[in-house]
């Protein structure tokens, strides 16, 4: 069997082609060949950074996602990018940026052409097609102090994993997809959508579009799932989302919501 593989963009080593979209919050746009995390490198500098700040990576040596779970890269195939936000909104709904980047993301995925959705809490997977699986993941924590900041990393999938290579289980790429782009026009367009779903987030209905917009989104509700939470494990049926981004999961007894935890989709409704 030949498989039709699109070409792999690099990031340039000085950047060039990342750059935020004009008439958003968003910028100045850093880029450095190499850190630890870009989570952690503004997380280290919200006391003076700005609101907007974006970090961008070609590789990163303490990637992590949910519970502290690594995700490495060969450098310069996937788009590595940690954005600050500075909270325009009260404190009940920082849970929500997660969902607003998720929706962000998955509407750019889907502009090149690729069908893709989100799987609760915070992962992005191509749905259907020659490479499904997940294409991406977030992970976004709030920095506490007197200029507080939520800051929201993202790793895109672009051009690893590879359908031949040695990838994690469940894993797939822009590229494995059959889909061709650049850097630069991925973080272009994930900022354009990200700040349409910020403004959302800032206003007073704000998270009855954005529930909306999840769950036409969705590759979990209306699924059969297997929660693994703090306090404890459940199986059911995942028939709605809060409107705090919570995941309503109907045992049988009713809905529970499910406000953090892993999810297991156990064959779909």
Do not use: C
């Not at 959705?117 to 993941?137: E, R, S, T, Y």
């Not at 590759?219 to 703090?230: K, L, M, P, Q, R």
């Amino acid at each position: 069997m030949v498989i039709r593989m699109a070409s792999v963009s690099h990031l340039s080593s000085d950047g060039r082609g990342l750059e935020a979209p004009t008439g958003t919050r968003f910028g100045p746009v850093e880029h450095v060949p190499e850190t630890g995390s870009t989570n952690a490198d503004l997380a280290a500098r919200v006391a003076d950074a700005p609101d907007g700040l974006v970090r961008v990576t070609d590789y990163q040596t303490d990637g992590r996602g949910r519970r502290d779970r690594r995700w490495d890269a060969p450098p310069g195939t996937n788009l590595l990018v940690s954005i600050l936000v500075r909270p325009r909104w009260t404190a009940d709904r920082h849970p929500l940026v997660t969902t607003a980047l998720a929706v962000a993301t998955v509407d750019t995925v889907v502009g090149l052409g690729v069908n893709a959705a989100i799987k609760w809490p915070n992962d992005v997977v191509l749905v259907g097609g020659p490479a499904p699986g997940k294409v991406a993941g977030i992970l976004a924590e709030l920095v506490a102090g007197p200029s507080p900041a939520v800051v929201v990393g993202l790793g895109l999938n672009v051009g690893w994993p590879l359908p031949d290579g040695d990838a994690p289980p469940g894993a797939t790429s822009l590229t494995a997809a059959g889909t061709s782009t650049t850097h630069g026009d991925l973080l272009a367009g994930v900022l354009t959508e990200f700040e349409a779903r910020l403004g959302d987030l800032e206003a007073t209905d704000g998270p009855e579009r954005l529930q909306a917009a999840h769950r036409d989104r969705s590759a979990t509700v209306g699924s059969e799932v297997h929660v693994e939470a703090s306090n404890g494990s459940l199986v059911g049926t995942a028939v709605g989302l809060d409107l705090d981004g919570s995941l309503l999961v109907n045992t049988g007894d009713g809905p529970v919501a499910i406000r953090a935890g892993d999810v297991v989709h156990l064959r779909p409704v």
